[in-house]
């Protein structure tokens, strides 16, 4: 069992529509929670960053960890065709190493 | 300025060859990271350097894979008698210092293809 489980998708859904995104994790020690955007053949870039259980929330971007359940979230409203791309979450326990999720590919249809 | 640069951005070798990977972290950035993309999948951690000293080596999959940073800078990836099954797309980060809060910047990957 991958110590980051994140469903692959696709995912497709009409412009303007609210999109939920999530992984699950193993690994109580991990303790930071990322996600991450990865356009086809670039880089991942960093999206969201949190420490704590809770929500955070970044214009149309909004965060959540459930550090009990170990459930992280990823939220995008007014979702835009620009927002299509592979979306990945990443966490770590304290060390410089990510644990990366599969990445769910999106897309956002005008 | 200058992201992460990575070069060959493709490369193509055959099965038993000997290659390397290439990574220009940004200027200033002490901390840089090697991850490896399968394709569908998420990047896997390889190693980490801090400096000129890997810090953490525990994701290289065999002693087929190393990479140095000698000057603290550039870092190679090298990859002895290579196999299919190390075609990926390699990825490399660098971080302004390795407190855990900061940002990894990933350039936009060596993609290898061993026939």
């Known amino acids: 069992q991958k110590e980051v489980e994140q469903d692959p998708g696709p995912l497709s859904v009409p412009e303007g529509a609210i999109v939920s995104l999530n992984c699950t994790y193993s690994?109580?020690?991990?303790?930071?929670f990322m996600w991450y955007r990865q356009y086809s053949r670039k880089g991942p870039e960093l999206l969201m960053y949190?420490?704590?259980?809770g929500n955070k929330e970044d214009g149309r971007f909004t965060a959540q960890v459930d550090k009990s359940s170990k459930y992280i979230s990823l939220f995008i409203r007014d979702s835009q065709p620009s927002d299509s791309a592979t979306y990945l979450c990443a966490m770590s326990q304290g060390a410089q190493k990510l644990v990366f999720g599969q990445g769910t590919r999106l897309t956002i249809n005008p | 300025g200058a992201g992460v640069s990575q070069t060959p951005s493709n490369k193509v070798t055959e099965k038993g060859k000997y290659v390397e990977l290439r990574c220009d972290p940004i200027?200033?950035?002490?901390?840089l990271y090697w991850y490896r993309q399968s394709l569908g999948q998420g990047p896997e951690f390889l190693i980490y350097?801090?400096?000129?000293?890997?810090?953490?080596d525990s994701g290289l999959p065999n002693d087929r894979f190393f990479a140095v940073r000698p000057e603290g800078s550039v870092s190679t990836l090298k990859i002895q008698r290579t196999e299919r099954g190390d075609s990926a797309v390699y990825l490399c980060?660098?971080?302004?210092?390795?407190?855990?809060?900061?940002?990894?910047?990933f350039g936009p990957g060596t993609r290898l293809t061993v026939l």
């Open positions: 980060a660098s971080s302004l210092n390795p407190a855990l809060t900061d940002t990894q910047y």
């Open positions: 949190t420490y704590s259980s």
């Open positions: 200027s200033g950035h002490t901390a």
């Open positions: 350097f801090q400096g000129t000293g890997a810090a953490d």
């Open positions: 690994n109580s020690a991990f303790q930071y």
